[in-house]
T-cell receptor
Framework: DQQVKQNSPSLSVQEGRISILNCDYT??????FLWYKKYPAEGPTFLISISSIKDKNEDGRFTVFLNKSAKHLSLHIVPSQPGDSAVYFCAASSGNTPLVFGKGTRLSVIA | ETGVTQSPTHLIKTRGQQVTLRCSSQ?????VSWYQQALGQGPQFIFQ???????GRGNFPPRFSGLQFPNYSSELNVNALELDDSALYLCASSPEPLDEQFFGPGTRLTVL
């Protein structure tokens, strides 16, 4: 049973436009959510996180929105750049439990 | 500051063999977590080591075992390899168990 779901395996966006990556979760105990970015031949790198006490967290071009009632979060990248092309993983945890990752979404930003 | 390193980069084994993967944690980090990322999947937690003791384990059979050394580097051992063990194995270190994790580049294991 997948507790963290990223239903879009891939997404293509024009450079300069907004990229929106979505993530749904089923475990209502999750209280901390993270996004990781992964380039080929590299490990995932932390991008941005949000605690369940917030509904939005912003860091430069990256914003994460959390809708607890819908058990849904999204990552917005504005404006998208070619260097943003990577696989993005959504992850969640509760208390001291290990991270649970989604399957990832491959973002391609087209110049 | 050196990041997380893993060795080897790639490895090919046959079914039934045993394998050891290695991870050097980032300086100052006493916690190492191991993940398995199968093709088309996200990383799946195997176990975590904190100050040389296992500090949590995911849903993996006992043939997956680990060690953490006094310098906080770590090994992942897999016995009786199966075809489904083919995956990218990621190691992540953190200053403490609940802190942000820094991932290594992974070891890609192929079991034939």
């Amino acid at each position: 049973d997948q507790q963290v779901k990223q239903n879009s395996p891939s997404l293509s966006v024009q450079e300069g436009r907004i990229s929106i990556l979505n993530c749904d979760y089923t475990n209502s105990m999750f209280d901390y959510f993270l996004w990781y970015k992964k380039y080929p031949a590299e490990g995932p790198t932390f991008l941005i996180s949000i605690s369940s006490i917030k509904d939005k967290n912003e860091d430069g071009r990256f914003t994460v929105f959390l809708n607890k009632s819908a058990k849904h979060l999204s990552l917005h990248i504005v404006p998208s750049q070619p260097g943003d092309s990577a696989v993005y993983f959504c992850a969640a945890s509760s208390g001291n439990t290990p991270l649970v990752f989604g399957k990832g979404t491959r973002l391609s930003v087209i110049a | 500051e050196t990041g997380v390193t893993q060795s080897p980069t790639h490895l090919i084994k046959t079914r039934g063999q045993q394998v050891t993967l290695r991870c050097s944690s980032q300086s100052g980090h006493n916690t190492v977590s191991w993940y398995q990322q199968a093709l088309g999947q996200g990383p799946q937690f195997i176990f975590q080591y904190y100050r040389e003791e296992e500090n949590g384990r995911g849903n993996f059979p006992p043939r997956f075992s680990g060690l953490q050394f006094p310098n906080y580097s770590s090994e992942l051992n897999v016995n009786a390899l199966e075809l489904d063990d083919s995956a990218l194995y990621l190691c992540a270190s953190s200053p403490e168990p609940l802190d942000e994790q820094f991932f290594g580049p992974g070891t890609r294991l192929t079991v034939l």
